[in-house]
């Protein structure tokens, strides 16, 4: 990269059920992931204007049927409007919507999900899972991004945010 060039944001795809789930699980505790009042519309608001402050191009992929049964339905009605939603048919795998977005736009994935079930099956993904997936954190209501999400020998957070 030359002088005076900067790189390129990836596109970051947020698990859209695995972010909202896991704030409302670290705000009061286990939680069961089949009660739909526990996907918080909130922490997916926060963790998509975490990567829209970074300057980021931002899309939460979640099965359709969440926008309705979520914890706030007008944070959920803001987000689509403002086209932060990419909505999926709610018996489509979103892991693997999710995962194939990731691999065609050369882009990031946020997810604390292992995706063992998909390497297993195919290792056309291993690539986004093995250097472009980034882990996270609630501390409160606070979204924390690690910054060596691959120990020290792997990728650092700011080798997968930019191309």
């Known amino acids: 990269m030359g002088f005076g060039q900067s790189k390129e944001k990836r596109i970051i795809f ?3 059920s695995n972010v909202a789930f896991g704030f409302t699980n670290a705000k009061i505790g286990k939680i069961d992931s089949k009660d739909e ?4 519309a909130e922490g997916l608001k926060i963790a998509i204007f975490h990567f829209r402050k970074l300057g980021h191009e931002v899309k939460a992929i979640i099965p359709e049927f969440r926008m ?3 914890s706030n339905k007008q944070i959920m009605k803001d987000l689509k ?5 990419m909505l999926i048919a709610s018996k489509a795998y979103d892991d693997k919507v ?3 977005a990731a691999l065609k736009n050369n882009a990031a994935i946020v997810s604390n999900h292992r995706f063992r079930d998909v390497s297993a ?3 056309r993904y291993n690539a986004v899972i093995q250097k472009r997936q980034i882990r996270y954190n609630w501390a409160c209501d606070k979204f924390i991004l690690t910054q060596d999400p691959y120990g020290r020998n792997g990728p650092s957070l700011n080798e997968i945010l930019y191309k």
């Open 68 to 70: 309705y049964k979520a």
């Open 98 to 100: 999710l995962l194939e």
């Open 14 to 16: 947020i698990d859209g």
């Open 81 to 85: 409007d403002s086209g932060f939603l």
């Open 37 to 40: 009042k526990n996907f918080s």
């Open 121 to 123: 099956e195919t290792q």
